[in-house]
């Protein structure tokens, strides 16, 4: 089982920025990244990371704002959001999966989650 803990949410203006982290508690082969869930809205991926290659995927939402990162020893990844917008806000959940090939964008296919952390942008 892979244990993942996030921190860096909070609160901020529209056009601000957030970094989100997520770290596992140990390497996971495959696919870490960040989804997202608004009030009353299904999640959706918002980037995730394939943590062999480094290859990122982005939601056409968030591409050119925000940046999906690993460390050297690719258990940590991190999210820069940048010029953040009011329909940002939501709660970001960190995810990981066991995975050889491309890293699937669908939640079920996730098989460890973080606790979330929550991300408000006031216009």
């Known amino acids: 089982q892979v244990q993942l803990v996030e921190s860096g949410g909070g609160s901020v203006q529209a056009g601000g920025s957030l970094r989100l982290s997520c770290a596992a508690s140990?390497?996971?082969?495959?696919?870490m990244g960040w989804f997202r869930q608004a009030p009353g809205k299904e999640r959706e991926a918002v980037a995730i990371i394939n943590t062999g290659s480094g290859s990122p995927y982005y939601a056409d939402s968030v591409k050119g704002r925000f940046t999906i990162s690993q460390d050297n020893a690719k258990i940590t990844a991190y999210l820069q959001m940048n010029s953040l917008k009011p329909e940002d806000t939501a709660m970001y959940y960190c995810?990981?999966?066991?995975?050889?090939?491309?890293?699937?964008?669908?939640?079920?296919?996730?098989?460890?989650w973080g606790q979330g952390t929550q991300v408000t942008v006031s216009s």
């Open positions: 995810a990981a999966r066991l995975s050889f090939g491309d890293c699937s964008v669908i939640q079920h296919d996730y098989h460890h």
């Open positions: 140990r390497y996971t082969y495959g696919c």
